[in-house]
Protein backbone atom coordinates (compact mmCIF):
# COMPACT_ATOMS: atom_id res chain seq x y z
CA UNK A 1 0.00 0.00 0.00
CA UNK A 2 1.81 3.60 -0.90
CA UNK A 3 0.64 4.99 1.94
CA UNK A 4 3.18 2.83 3.96
CA UNK A 5 5.87 3.53 1.95
CA UNK A 6 5.89 7.53 3.28
CA UNK A 7 5.78 9.91 6.59
CA UNK A 8 4.58 12.79 4.68
CA UNK A 9 1.61 13.81 6.72
CA UNK A 10 -0.51 15.05 4.18
CA UNK A 11 -0.45 11.53 2.67
CA UNK A 12 -1.07 9.92 5.64
CA UNK A 13 -3.72 12.26 6.56
CA UNK A 14 -5.69 11.77 3.13
CA UNK A 15 -5.44 7.76 3.35
CA UNK A 16 -7.04 7.73 7.24
CA UNK A 17 -9.75 9.72 6.03
CA UNK A 18 -10.68 7.82 2.71
CA UNK A 19 -10.03 4.61 4.80
CA UNK A 20 -12.89 5.90 7.53
CA UNK A 21 -16.08 3.26 7.18
CA UNK A 22 -14.11 1.93 3.61
CA UNK A 23 -12.30 -1.24 3.02
CA UNK A 24 -8.59 -0.96 1.79
CA UNK A 25 -9.60 -2.34 -1.63
CA UNK A 26 -12.36 0.06 -2.54
CA UNK A 27 -10.26 2.97 -0.87
CA UNK A 28 -6.81 2.25 -2.89
CA UNK A 29 -8.43 3.67 -6.00
CA UNK A 30 -9.50 6.86 -4.64
CA UNK A 31 -6.24 7.78 -2.49
CA UNK A 32 -4.19 7.54 -6.14
CA UNK A 33 -6.72 9.83 -8.13
CA UNK A 34 -6.37 12.17 -4.83
CA UNK A 35 -3.26 12.16 -5.36
CA UNK A 36 -2.64 12.78 -8.39
CA UNK A 37 -5.15 15.47 -8.98
CA UNK A 38 -3.65 16.75 -5.71
CA UNK A 39 -0.24 16.32 -4.99
CA UNK A 40 0.11 18.47 -1.98
CA UNK A 41 -2.48 20.40 0.34
CA UNK A 42 -2.59 23.69 -1.44
CA UNK A 43 -3.68 21.61 -4.52
CA UNK A 44 -6.50 20.13 -2.81
CA UNK A 45 -7.31 23.37 -0.71
CA UNK A 46 -7.30 25.86 -3.94
CA UNK A 47 -9.81 23.24 -5.83
CA UNK A 48 -13.62 23.71 -5.46
CA UNK A 49 -15.91 21.77 -3.25
CA UNK A 50 -17.70 20.17 -6.19
CA UNK A 51 -14.29 19.02 -8.01
CA UNK A 52 -13.31 17.86 -4.36
CA UNK A 53 -17.24 15.72 -4.35
CA UNK A 54 -16.59 14.47 -7.76
CA UNK A 55 -13.58 12.89 -6.81
CA UNK A 56 -14.93 11.74 -3.51
CA UNK A 57 -18.15 10.25 -5.28
CA UNK A 58 -19.04 6.91 -4.77
CA UNK A 59 -17.12 6.58 -1.43
CA UNK A 60 -20.17 7.70 0.63
CA UNK A 61 -20.44 9.40 4.13
CA UNK A 62 -19.88 12.65 1.68
CA UNK A 63 -19.25 14.94 5.19
CA UNK A 64 -15.55 13.17 5.24
CA UNK A 65 -15.14 14.83 2.18
CA UNK A 66 -16.40 18.04 3.21
CA UNK A 67 -14.35 18.20 6.35
CA UNK A 68 -11.11 16.83 4.15
CA UNK A 69 -11.77 20.18 2.11
CA UNK A 70 -12.04 22.39 4.72
CA UNK A 71 -8.85 21.11 7.01
CA UNK A 72 -6.75 21.13 3.71
CA UNK A 73 -7.96 24.90 3.54
CA UNK A 74 -6.96 25.20 7.14
CA UNK A 75 -3.62 23.58 7.25
CA UNK A 76 -2.69 25.60 3.46
CA UNK A 77 -4.05 29.11 4.62
CA UNK A 78 -3.57 28.90 8.65
CA UNK A 79 -0.27 26.66 8.89
CA UNK A 80 1.58 27.68 5.91
CA UNK A 81 0.90 23.86 5.05
CA UNK A 82 2.40 22.59 7.61
CA UNK A 83 0.57 19.54 9.68
CA UNK A 84 0.35 19.44 13.72
CA UNK A 85 3.13 17.58 14.66
CA UNK A 86 1.45 16.09 18.09
CA UNK A 87 -1.23 14.01 19.22
CA UNK A 88 -3.16 16.33 20.60
CA UNK A 89 -2.82 19.56 18.58
CA UNK A 90 -3.77 17.14 15.52
CA UNK A 91 -7.67 16.76 17.10
CA UNK A 92 -8.08 19.69 16.65
CA UNK A 93 -8.55 19.61 12.61
CA UNK A 94 -12.05 19.24 11.54
CA UNK A 95 -12.81 15.50 10.66
CA UNK A 96 -9.71 14.41 12.76
CA UNK A 97 -10.66 12.15 15.50
CA UNK A 98 -8.52 9.81 17.73
CA UNK A 99 -8.37 7.09 15.52
CA UNK A 100 -7.15 9.14 12.54
CA UNK A 101 -4.55 11.66 15.09
CA UNK A 102 -2.84 8.66 16.46
CA UNK A 103 -2.25 7.39 13.14
CA UNK A 104 -0.47 10.10 11.77
CA UNK A 105 1.03 11.21 15.31
CA UNK A 106 2.73 7.73 15.20
CA UNK A 107 3.45 7.12 11.47
CA UNK A 108 4.78 10.84 10.67
CA UNK A 109 6.32 11.90 14.20
CA UNK A 110 7.21 9.04 16.24
CA UNK A 111 4.67 9.53 18.86
CA UNK A 112 3.56 6.83 21.13
CA UNK A 113 0.06 6.84 20.91
CA UNK A 114 -1.69 3.61 19.54
CA UNK A 115 -4.52 3.71 16.83
CA UNK A 116 -7.46 1.62 18.13
CA UNK A 117 -9.67 0.66 14.97
CA UNK A 118 -11.88 -2.17 14.34
CA UNK A 119 -9.33 -4.51 14.12
CA UNK A 120 -7.29 -3.72 16.84
CA UNK A 121 -10.72 -3.88 19.53
CA UNK A 122 -11.05 -7.25 17.32
CA UNK A 123 -7.45 -8.15 18.54
CA UNK A 124 -7.73 -7.26 21.78
CA UNK A 125 -11.04 -8.58 22.95
CA UNK A 126 -10.51 -11.79 21.46
CA UNK A 127 -7.11 -12.08 22.51
CA UNK A 128 -8.05 -11.38 26.57
CA UNK A 129 -11.56 -12.42 26.68
CA UNK A 130 -12.73 -8.34 27.05
CA UNK A 131 -17.00 -8.76 27.19
CA UNK A 132 -16.90 -5.07 27.37
CA UNK A 133 -18.92 -3.42 24.21
CA UNK A 134 -16.54 -1.20 21.96
CA UNK A 135 -18.84 1.41 21.38
CA UNK A 136 -19.88 1.98 24.68
CA UNK A 137 -17.84 5.07 26.82
CA UNK A 138 -16.37 2.50 29.23
CA UNK A 139 -15.21 0.12 26.07
CA UNK A 140 -13.42 2.87 24.85
CA UNK A 141 -11.61 4.01 27.73
CA UNK A 142 -10.97 0.26 28.92
CA UNK A 143 -9.37 -0.45 25.04
CA UNK A 144 -7.50 2.59 24.63
CA UNK A 145 -5.28 2.15 28.19
CA UNK A 146 -4.86 -1.20 27.36
CA UNK A 147 -3.41 -0.55 24.26
CA UNK A 148 -0.65 1.94 25.14
CA UNK A 149 0.16 -0.83 27.76
CA UNK A 150 0.59 -2.97 25.06
CA UNK A 151 2.49 -0.63 22.13
CA UNK A 152 5.97 -0.39 21.35
CA UNK A 153 6.97 3.18 22.85
CA UNK A 154 10.30 2.62 20.53
CA UNK A 155 8.04 1.72 17.16
CA UNK A 156 4.59 3.36 17.85
CA UNK A 157 4.40 3.36 14.00
CA UNK A 158 5.51 -0.43 13.27
CA UNK A 159 3.75 -1.61 15.63
CA UNK A 160 0.06 0.09 15.15
CA UNK A 161 0.47 -0.84 11.32
CA UNK A 162 1.60 -4.17 12.59
CA UNK A 163 -1.76 -5.15 15.27
CA UNK A 164 -4.39 -3.25 12.36
CA UNK A 165 -2.51 -5.33 9.44
CA UNK A 166 -2.47 -8.84 11.78
CA UNK A 167 -6.56 -8.09 12.31
CA UNK A 168 -7.58 -7.38 8.88
CA UNK A 169 -5.29 -10.16 7.54
CA UNK A 170 -5.50 -12.90 10.55
CA UNK A 171 -7.98 -12.36 13.10
CA UNK A 172 -10.75 -11.62 10.59
CA UNK A 173 -14.22 -11.10 11.25
CA UNK A 174 -15.39 -13.83 10.13
CA UNK A 175 -13.91 -17.21 9.96
CA UNK A 176 -10.10 -16.44 11.18
CA UNK A 177 -8.23 -19.22 10.19
CA UNK A 178 -7.18 -19.96 14.41
CA UNK A 179 -5.30 -22.91 13.58
CA UNK A 180 -2.33 -21.07 11.71
CA UNK A 181 -2.09 -17.97 13.93
CA UNK A 182 0.38 -17.63 16.32
CA UNK A 183 -1.06 -16.42 19.50
CA UNK A 184 -3.55 -19.35 19.68
CA UNK A 185 -1.76 -21.03 22.42
CA UNK A 186 -2.27 -18.17 24.56
CA UNK A 187 -5.95 -16.52 23.46
CA UNK A 188 -9.08 -16.36 25.12
CA UNK A 189 -11.52 -16.56 23.12
CA UNK A 190 -10.05 -19.47 21.47
CA UNK A 191 -9.91 -21.48 24.76
CA UNK A 192 -13.45 -20.53 25.87
CA UNK A 193 -14.85 -21.01 22.22
CA UNK A 194 -15.90 -17.32 22.48
CA UNK A 195 -14.23 -16.05 18.32
CA UNK A 196 -17.70 -15.61 16.82
CA UNK A 197 -19.17 -13.86 19.73
CA UNK A 198 -15.98 -10.99 20.22
CA UNK A 199 -16.13 -8.25 19.87
CA UNK A 200 -19.23 -7.11 21.95
CA UNK A 201 -20.73 -3.89 20.03
CA UNK A 202 -24.02 -2.66 21.57
CA UNK A 203 -26.54 -2.75 18.57
CA UNK A 204 -28.34 1.24 19.13
CA UNK A 205 -28.96 1.85 15.16
CA UNK A 206 -32.59 2.30 14.77
CA UNK A 207 -32.93 1.99 10.10
CA UNK A 208 -35.57 4.65 9.11
CA UNK A 209 -37.00 4.11 5.79
CA UNK A 210 -37.21 6.73 3.11
CA UNK A 211 -39.25 7.13 -0.34
CA UNK A 212 -37.18 8.95 -2.92
CA UNK A 213 -38.70 9.91 -6.07
CA UNK A 214 -36.79 12.15 -8.48
CA UNK A 215 -38.10 13.08 -11.44
CA UNK A 216 -36.13 12.97 -14.35
CA UNK A 217 -37.03 15.70 -16.95
CA UNK A 218 -36.27 14.89 -20.27
CA UNK A 219 -36.54 17.70 -23.07
CA UNK A 220 -36.65 17.75 -26.82
CA UNK A 221 -33.11 19.03 -27.40
CA UNK A 222 -31.46 16.60 -24.65
CA UNK A 223 -31.50 18.63 -21.51
CA UNK A 224 -32.76 17.96 -17.78
CA UNK A 225 -33.20 20.03 -14.74
CA UNK A 226 -30.25 18.81 -11.40
CA UNK A 227 -30.53 20.82 -8.28
CA UNK A 228 -27.92 20.87 -5.24
CA UNK A 229 -29.10 19.35 -2.13
CA UNK A 230 -28.52 21.87 1.03
CA UNK A 231 -29.20 21.31 4.62
CA UNK A 232 -27.21 19.12 6.98
CA UNK A 233 -28.60 15.96 5.87
CA UNK A 234 -27.44 12.93 3.53
CA UNK A 235 -25.27 13.69 0.42
CA UNK A 236 -25.27 17.75 1.31
CA UNK A 237 -23.48 19.74 -1.47
CA UNK A 238 -23.76 16.68 -4.33
CA UNK A 239 -26.42 17.03 -7.06
CA UNK A 240 -29.63 15.13 -7.70
CA UNK A 241 -32.98 15.65 -9.77
CA UNK A 242 -36.37 17.30 -8.49
CA UNK A 243 -37.31 15.03 -5.29
CA UNK A 244 -40.68 14.69 -4.11
CA UNK A 245 -40.26 12.89 -0.91
CA UNK A 246 -43.12 10.43 -0.05
CA UNK A 247 -44.28 6.56 0.22
CA UNK A 248 -47.74 5.84 -1.85
CA UNK A 249 -47.10 7.96 -4.95
CA UNK A 250 -48.40 7.35 -8.15
CA UNK A 251 -48.40 9.20 -11.48
CA UNK A 252 -51.23 11.16 -10.28
CA UNK A 253 -50.00 12.38 -7.03
CA UNK A 254 -47.19 13.35 -9.23
CA UNK A 255 -49.22 15.57 -11.88
CA UNK A 256 -50.28 17.47 -8.67
CA UNK A 257 -47.54 17.73 -6.72
CA UNK A 258 -46.05 21.06 -6.34
CA UNK A 259 -42.55 20.24 -7.09
CA UNK A 260 -43.29 19.21 -10.71
CA UNK A 261 -46.18 22.04 -11.28
CA UNK A 262 -43.63 24.52 -10.53
CA UNK A 263 -41.67 23.31 -13.34
CA UNK A 264 -44.03 22.29 -15.53
CA UNK A 265 -47.41 24.99 -14.96
CA UNK A 266 -48.79 24.35 -18.41
CA UNK A 267 -46.75 22.55 -20.77
CA UNK A 268 -47.32 19.40 -22.29
CA UNK A 269 -46.08 16.43 -20.44
CA UNK A 270 -45.75 12.68 -20.28
CA UNK A 271 -44.68 10.85 -17.33
CA UNK A 272 -43.06 7.76 -17.80
CA UNK A 273 -42.45 5.32 -14.30
CA UNK A 274 -39.09 3.90 -15.30
CA UNK A 275 -39.72 0.89 -13.16
CA UNK A 276 -42.16 -0.86 -11.28
CA UNK A 277 -39.97 -1.86 -8.49
CA UNK A 278 -37.93 0.67 -6.10
CA UNK A 279 -34.11 0.59 -5.72
CA UNK A 280 -33.30 -0.25 -2.63
CA UNK A 281 -30.42 2.10 -1.55
CA UNK A 282 -28.60 1.20 1.85
CA UNK A 283 -26.59 4.10 3.87
CA UNK A 284 -25.69 2.79 7.43
CA UNK A 285 -28.44 4.62 9.61
CA UNK A 286 -31.31 4.67 6.70
CA UNK A 287 -32.70 2.55 3.60
CA UNK A 288 -34.11 4.79 0.83
CA UNK A 289 -36.56 2.96 -1.57
CA UNK A 290 -35.81 4.96 -5.00
CA UNK A 291 -38.13 5.45 -7.63
CA UNK A 292 -37.22 7.74 -11.21
CA UNK A 293 -40.25 8.88 -12.93
CA UNK A 294 -38.90 10.37 -17.15
CA UNK A 295 -41.29 13.61 -17.82
CA UNK A 296 -40.92 14.20 -21.74
CA UNK A 297 -41.61 17.57 -22.11
CA UNK A 298 -40.18 20.69 -24.71
CA UNK A 299 -39.37 23.41 -22.75
CA UNK A 300 -39.55 23.55 -19.02
CA UNK A 301 -41.68 26.39 -17.68
CA UNK A 302 -39.74 27.72 -14.77
CA UNK A 303 -37.17 26.66 -12.39
CA UNK A 304 -35.91 27.06 -8.80
CA UNK A 305 -32.99 29.38 -7.78
CA UNK A 306 -30.88 26.00 -6.78
CA UNK A 307 -31.73 24.16 -9.86
CA UNK A 308 -29.76 23.98 -13.27
CA UNK A 309 -31.10 22.97 -17.04
CA UNK A 310 -27.68 21.20 -18.44
CA UNK A 311 -26.94 18.99 -21.45
CA UNK A 312 -26.84 15.56 -21.17
CA UNK A 313 -23.15 14.95 -21.92
CA UNK A 314 -22.68 18.10 -18.94
CA UNK A 315 -24.58 15.98 -16.39
CA UNK A 316 -21.69 13.38 -15.56
CA UNK A 317 -19.43 16.53 -14.90
CA UNK A 318 -21.21 17.14 -11.59
CA UNK A 319 -20.63 15.35 -8.26
CA UNK A 320 -23.91 13.16 -7.49
CA UNK A 321 -24.45 10.32 -5.14
CA UNK A 322 -23.95 6.85 -6.21
CA UNK A 323 -27.28 5.71 -6.58
CA UNK A 324 -28.00 8.75 -9.02
CA UNK A 325 -24.54 8.07 -10.60
CA UNK A 326 -25.57 4.75 -11.52
CA UNK A 327 -28.90 5.81 -13.20
CA UNK A 328 -27.61 8.43 -15.19
CA UNK A 329 -24.88 6.01 -16.46
CA UNK A 330 -27.26 3.74 -18.01
CA UNK A 331 -29.97 5.68 -18.94
CA UNK A 332 -28.30 9.15 -20.34
CA UNK A 333 -26.21 6.65 -22.61
CA UNK A 334 -28.77 5.25 -24.14
CA UNK A 335 -30.81 8.01 -24.87
Known amino acids: MPWRKTKNPYHIWLSEIILQQTRVAQGLPYYMSFTETFPTVFDLANASEEKVLKLWQ ?20 NLNGVFP ?13 DYTASAIASICYTEAVPVVDGNVYRVLSRYFGIHTPINSTKGVKEFKELAIT ?28 CIICPLQDSCEALKNGKIEVLPVKIKKLKIKKRYFNYLVFFTKDKKTIIQQRVGNGIWKGLYEFPLI ?5 DTDTIASHAVFRE ?30 YIIKLDT ?36
Request: net charge positive.
Open 300 to 335: PSKISQNQKIVNHEEICTYPVPILLGNFIDVFFQKN
Open 245 to 249: ESDNI
Open 85 to 97: STYKDLLHLKGVG
Open 150 to 177: LMDHKEPAEYNQAIMEFGALQCKPKRPD
Open 58 to 77: GLGYYSRARNLHATAKYVAN
Open 263 to 292: IIKNKEYEIIPHQEIPIVHKLSHQHLYTRF
